[in-house]
Structures are given as structure tokens and as C-alpha cells.
């Protein structure tokens, strides 16, 4: 049985791979301004009909984007809370490299400050 540290990983692993695509991330970009058709998703993408159902594909396999179908009409919504969970991962690792950056800073200081006290020094 998969912890929750590995399902996460596994959410994690499918969204990343389905955003790595260009095509893919214009059409979260487009949904992120409100729900779209198929079509409407398709217009500025130099693509087959075919090929964007099957970026869709990806991007519903992943939990980013849903759809419904009413009619002969397919309308997709983005996910928040799969783009939240990425937002999330990503603050965590930013946050962790801040801190090291600032140790970072503080020992070259550290190291700048011997260094000029140890020249004034030799004078």
C-alpha cells in the first residue's frame, strides 16, 4: 500500500508531466481564465482536433482539468486544487532554498569581514 508521501509524489509526478507540454499549459492557462469548450481551446493551437483531445486526455489523467459533455457540446474546467498541490510543492522547495541562500549570505559576510580585518590587520 502506497503511504501518502508516495501517492503525493505520483499526483505530483502527473501533473508536472502533463504542464511540461507547451500546448498543454496554454490550454490551463486559457481554462484558468474561466471554463471553455474543445473548440474553443483548439482555435489557437496549430493542431488537429484529434490532437487536442488527446492533450486533454493527459490533462484529465492528471486531475488538472475535468470535463462534461452536454449535448454535442464538451466543456473543460480547471482543477484548482491539483494546480494548488503543485503551487504547494513548489513554495516548500523555494522556501528550503531561500533559507539556504541566506546561510549562503551570512557565511560569505562572515568570510568578507575576516578577510578585511585580517588585511587591516597585516597593515
Not at 503511504?3 to 505520483?10: T, Y
Not at 469548450?37 to 488537429?48: D, I, K, R, T
Request: proline share 2%.
Amino acid at each position: 500500500m502506497l503511504n501518502q508521501s508516495a501517492l503525493l509524489d505520483k499526483t505530483l509526478d502527473k501533473t508536472f508531466q502533463a504542464l511540461a507540454d507547451p500546448a498543454r499549459r496554454a490550454m490551463v492557462t486559457r481554462l484558468a481564465r474561466g471554463p471553455a469548450s474543445v473548440g474553443e481551446l483548439a482555435q489557437p493551437l496549430a493542431m488537429s482536433l484529434s490532437a487536442v483531445m488527446q492533450h486533454l486526455a493527459v490533462l484529465e489523467g492528471s486531475g488538472l482539468v475535468r470535463s462534461e459533455k452536454i449535448g454535442r457540446v464538451r466543456t473543460c474546467r480547471i482543477e484548482a486544487a491539483a494546480l494548488s498541490e503543485a503551487e504547494q510543492w513548489i513554495n516548500l522547495r523555494r522556501s528550503e532554498w531561500e533559507h539556504r541562500l541566506d546561510r549562503l549570505g551570512d557565511y560569505l559576510e562572515t568570510v568578507k569581514q575576516e578577510g578585511e580585518r585580517h588585511a587591516v590587520d597585516k597593515k
